[in-house]
């Protein structure tokens, strides 16, 4: 029953502070979107070495490819003449180190116009290798590895993996450490930890994974810990977490007005060459703007494109399609508290300024 309780008061907390926010700003004319050249989406691999429980890739619902050589370096090509500042290289589902050519295509960034590039990753691909390479770049700005589980068990309860890959996790966040005086200066790392609600730290007992969790943090790495998840658009549900003792968002409980602020700033083209306006949570690609192996870029990500004008226009009046209306990763853009790093600017605002750009 408490547990219940607890659910019933956050998900009310939540609701009601979505509520004053947007209102207050809509009333107020204001809306939260970055320049439309603040960033663009590349995954350049739809492939994962984990399962996780909480995550629609083993659900199979996102074709399963590496992005065509051709296809990424146009990609880059094409992002970097539209004048995009950043490159995110975080599949929707999927993991970077699975492609072979991650570094090479790093570099091939390293090479373009464009200013930074950053990506998730759960790092277990990676090796020795690469990650003095990934040191030895000056344009990536920001690391995210997210971690799950806080021991050899939970790992594989959450993961659905082995030993292999919980050996393999810890083998690369020590080498990380070890190598960590050598990182870039403009390179931010984050370990993101996701686990658990009853675990805490420094409760309960020790082992290799904290262990080197707690270097890093020493050395200056942030660490995060949550052990909330969503429900993809309805894909994913209480049965698939029962066992990974996890807090589900469920996206009919939220409070939603305005247009989502991802297809603002988080334009997505996929390993298959696909262009979408949802990066996070779309993994059938329902919110499809058009195919890059057909046009250009330029041609599909803008305002004049009535895929991506008619999915602005139906969310400001409240016709959510059924992704979004069951998504419990919705962010208003009348929402300040989408507000963080960078600076932002109205919707219409933005609107302008992309067709100025064109
Ligand atoms: S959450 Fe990430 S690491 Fe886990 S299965 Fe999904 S894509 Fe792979
Ligand atoms: S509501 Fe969800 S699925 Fe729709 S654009 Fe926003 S994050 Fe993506």
Known sequence: MIPRLKIWFKRTKRFIGSFYFINK???????????????????????????CKFCTYPKNLHPKTVMDEDLFRSSIDQAAAMGFECIVLTPINGEIFMDKNAIERLRYIENSVIKTYQFYTNFIGANNVAIKSLFALKKISYLEVSIYGHDFESFCNITGRGKEQYDRL???????????????????????????????????SQNELLEIIEKLRQAGVQIGLSSQVDNWGGDIG??????????????KHLYKKGPCGLPFDSVQITAEGKVNACACRDPRGSLLLGDLNLTSLSSIHTPDNEKWIGIVRDHEIGNFNDVCASCGFYQSIYD?????????????????QARDLE
């Open 238 to 251: 209480e049965s698939d977490v029962a066992d990974i003792e996890m807090d589900l968002i469920d996206g």
């Open 170 to 204: 810890v083998e690369n966040l020590t080498t990380l450490e070890s190598l960590f005086s050598q990182k870039p200066p403009g390179l931010n790392i984050c370990l993101s930890i996701r686990t658990y609600r009853s675990f805490q730290f420094n409760k309960g």
């Open 336 to 352: 300040e508290r989408r507000v963080v790093d960078t600076e932002f600017m109205t919707k219409n605002d933005y609107i302008d």
């Open 25 to 51: 700003n809509k009333l107020l004319g204001r809306s939260f979107v970055p320049h439309p050249r603040k960033r663009l989406f590349i995954e350049p691999i739809s492939y994962c070495n984990l399962a």
